[in-house]
């Protein structure tokens, strides 16, 4: 009975959260001088938090999969598979917001900005990962596979953060990105708790399903 | 005694593929046809630098999707995987596929590179050739790194087919792609006022490392697949 108030608990909280976080961004968030559009640059309150989110969900996923090839209990597989799925959705998120952002701020939709590029490729390889389980059906083979397949490209893509955005300094976004107060408020307290306290809900609702079907195929 | 394994099976790519000369048949036709097509398109216009690099990367890393995705498919196919498991440690199985895959990739690299310079009419008036063949190599080796470790996940799933190695591939290739066109055009030399060595050292040094890291990656994880 508790673990339901709880749980019912937990979801009032986040929905109150996002609402007071969304009402503040909204309403209360002076506009951005010193930008093209400062009105619509209150953009970036949104779009920041959504990328941290694709980044901790890739990290969550990439922890499990370490987890699987270690210790081979195939709900490590699902938990990996899972957050890999919510970053993707993060990911999409991100780019989406992202290139509204571009069109306001820089006029184009699309830049071949280097973090822009970088987002778009992770985007590309959580696409190649859903398609690799997709073509195996042995559930073992598929975890180790997939799991192999998401650290080889984890390892692999440090190298576009890093160097890329080295070898081209003339990226449109900033290298040290400096808020006033208010928009440090509106992006770390008001909108990236709720933003990840979403991700995490979704995670633990995917992983209870599969923990269901896990159990169901057991009988 | 890894090393003697690692040559073994180095040998053994060797002398399969020398007996039918498929894959080398198959990729050079691969090759050489895209090179026509290519040369068609421009009806032998002059191509500046930046065009010649992009367009050789380009050909490169689909020459390599056709023709290094073969390795452990064909093990995978004929159900020899079990015998090189019983005769080769892991990691000496996917150097010795590596080292053939990279001297594969170098020979067509070699081969494809003057012959798009050519049909493409570039100026090589200011080419530095030592930093072009370093930026090409190095380049080359990454490349075939990757595309053997991606071929040994493909191998273990249905149909094994060509487009999932290029799916799998192309987003883990991007930054040689994307440090090669730019280490070739500056080694190619035309638009810059610094010399082409100091232009293209910066390129070469990821190239290198991005080679180091997808060697270094692949011997870690490639026990997982392998052993399994």
Not at chain 1, 67 to 91: E, M, N, P, W
Request: charged fraction near 15%; aromatic fraction near 12%; hydrophobic fraction near 55%.
């Amino acid at each position: 009975m508790s673990g339901t108030i709880k749980n019912l608990l937990g979801k009032l909280v986040l929905f109150l959260w996002m609402s007071a976080g969304l009402a503040y961004v909204f309403l209360k968030l002076p506009a951005a001088e010193g930008f093209q559009n400062p009105e619509l640059a209150r953009m970036v309150t949104l779009h920041l938090p959504c990328a941290y989110v694709a980044v901790i969900a890739a990290f969550i996923s990439g922890w499990h999969a370490i987890v699987y090839l270690r210790g081979r209990a195939i709900l490590s597989d699902s938990k990996s598979s899972s957050s890999a799925a919510l970053a993707a959705l993060f990911c999409l998120l991100t780019t989406v917001t992202g290139s509204f952002f571009a069109k306001v701020q820089w006029g184009e939709f699309w830049n071949w900005d280097p973090r822009q590029t970088s987002v778009f490729l992770l985007l590309l390889i959580y696409a190649a990962y859903f398609v690799l389980r997709a073509s195996i059906d042995d559930p073992e083979k598929r975890a180790s596979v997939s799991a192999v397949y998401m650290l080889f490209a984890v390892m692999m893509t440090p190298m576009l953060g890093y160097f890329i955005p080295k070898a081209m300094p003339q990226s449109l976004h900033p290298k040290m990105a400096s808020f006033d107060s208010a928009y440090r408020l509106g992006i770390y307290v008001c909108l990236l708790p709720p933003l990840l306290g979403t991700m995490l809900w979704l995670n633990s609702l995917s992983i209870r399903l599969e923990k269901l079907r896990l159990a169901q195929e057991e009988l | 005694m890894w090393l003697r394994e690692a040559r073994a099976i180095f040998e053994k790519e060797i002398r399969t593929e020398w007996r039918t000369r498929v894959a080398l048949s198959g990729v050079g036709l691969f090759l050489l046809g895209g090179l026509t097509l290519i040369g068609l398109a421009f009806q032998g216009r002059r191509v500046d630098s930046d065009g010649a690099a992009a367009l050789l990367w380009i050909l490169l890393l689909f020459t390599a999707a056709t023709g290094l995705g073969r390795g452990f498919v064909q093990e995978a196919e004929r159900g020899t995987a079990l015998a090189l498991r019983l005769h080769a440690r892991a990691t000496a199985v996917w150097a010795g596929k590596f080292a053939f895959n990279a001297a594969l990739l170098l020979a067509l690299t070699a081969l494809a590179t003057p012959l798009l310079l050519g049909a493409l009419s570039v100026d090589t008036g200011e080419t530095n050739f030592g930093a072009l063949a370093c930026v090409l190599g190095l380049g080359s080796i990454g490349v075939a790194a990757v595309f053997t470790t991606t071929s040994a996940l493909v191998a273990q799933s249905n149909g094994r087919s060509g487009a999932l190695l290029a799916a799998l591939s192309f987003p883990v290739l991007v930054p040689a792609l994307f440090m090669g066109v730019g280490g070739t055009k500056a080694a190619l030399g035309v638009s810059f006022t610094v010399s082409a060595w100091s232009a293209a050292s910066g390129y070469i040094t990821v190239l290198g490392s991005y080679g180091a890291i997808a060697v270094a990656a692949s011997l870690v994880l490639f026990d997982y697949v392998w052993n399994d």
